[in-house]
């Protein structure tokens, strides 16, 4: 039998574990170890489709990669001799920066691929440029995309895994792990809380990852915003829907602001940026709304003075600065739960 084979296992993941070596027999060129989750899927493109199991399995692989982050010695091993290629057609600093050093330690070969000087530019096709990374034979492909589908489209025509770092307004599921990971580092769990995520909700896709995320982890989710930011059908995702500040953060405990998406807008959505802070900007006056030990969270990056205030940003009660620290751990355990899919482990 091998060591540990009788230990428990959870729905959804598996399991992995070493046949342990006789004392003194030492492997000079011993393969990485096999991280202790793997997810069913060689990709992850979204939050939609995940179990509970296989969300707070991640969650807490991500606590020990916090413990690893802050130690003076900070690489694994687990993809030592692994290409990672962070293929960005948006500007990102805090995904792209954060993906580039959850690879280095484990690591993995980073390269990040400046798409505005690549073929794309000279009119390549999305699928033409799949079919050249794979020529490269990566082991994993960080993408971001300014399409909605196209994250998944690309991952159809590679051999290596591929992580969804964002596309179009439809899902961004690491940031809403990370989002989860700041939640459950304090207040302990997820499930009963409720949260109010606030603005721009039609064209966020960290509002629908988080919605979903939320969902699935037990917390009774509301969406706050004007009318016109609120996508049709909203409730259908199972959450309380609020047109107004005072109520939508009435007794909340978690308060996530996000930016107004203007790059993304198509007309006027807003009639000014001054009216939007007056009537949706987060400020003390707004905070006093929900609970006395409510936190605040934002995605980034912030427009100060349109959707949060300085004061409140930057006070006792922000964790904007945590979220951050954790984009890190989160996406050192989602590449080493992946680990797990790559050849010749």
Do not use: W
Request: hydrophobic share 45%; glycine share 8%; aromatic share 4%.
């Amino acid at each position: 039998m091998i060591p540990g084979d009788n230990l428990p296992r959870s729905p959804g993941l598996r399991l992995l574990v070493r046949p342990t070596l006789p004392i003194g027999l030492v492997l000079m060129n011993a393969p990485p170890p096999l991280p202790s989750i793997a997810l069913p899927s060689r990709h992850l493109l979204g939050i939609d489709g995940m179990s509970a199991t296989e969300i707070v399995g991640l969650l807490d692989l991500a606590e020990e990669a916090v413990a690893v982050s802050r130690q003076i010695e900070k690489k694994k091993a687990v993809l030592r001799g692994r290409t990672q290629i962070n293929l960005f057609f948006e500007a990102s600093t805090r995904t792209q920066s954060s993906f580039e050093l959850a690879g280095k330690r484990l690591g993995a070969d980073v390269m990040n691929m400046a798409v505005g000087n690549s073929a794309v530019k000279k009119g390549e096709t999305v699928i033409d440029t799949a079919m050249t990374l794979n020529a490269m034979r990566p082991d994993i492909l960080v993408v971001r995309h300014y399409a909605a589908g196209a994250v998944e489209l690309l991952a159809q025509k590679v051999s290596c895994s591929v992580i969804n770092a964002g596309d179009g307004v439809h899902e961004h599921p690491t940031q809403a792990l990370l989002d989860a990971l700041t939640i459950r580092r304090h207040k302990g769990t997820i499930s009963g809380l409720t949260v109010a995520i606030c603005g721009d909700i039609a064209h966020s896709r960290v509002a629908r990852s988080n919605i979903l995320l939320l969902n699935t982890l037990g917390a009774r989710v509301r969406v706050v915003g004007p009318s016109t930011l609120l996508p049709t059908g909203i409730e259908r995702l199972g959450v309380e829907v609020f047109t107004d500040m005072r109520s939508g953060l009435a007794d909340v405990d978690i308060i996530m602001m996000l930016r107004l998406q203007r790059e993304r807008m198509e007309g006027s959505f807003v009639p000014s940026v001054r009216e939007y802070f007056h009537f949706f900007g987060l400020d003390e006056r707004k905070l006093a709304y929900a609970k006395p030990d409510a936190l605040v969270m934002h995605p980034g990056p912030m427009n100060r003075g349109v959707e949060i205030d300085s004061a409140v940003a930057d006070g006792k009660r922000s964790l904007i600065g945590e979220q951050v620290e954790m984009g890190v751990a989160v996406r050192m355990a989602v590449l080493e739960a992946l680990a797990a899919h790559l050849p010749n482990n």
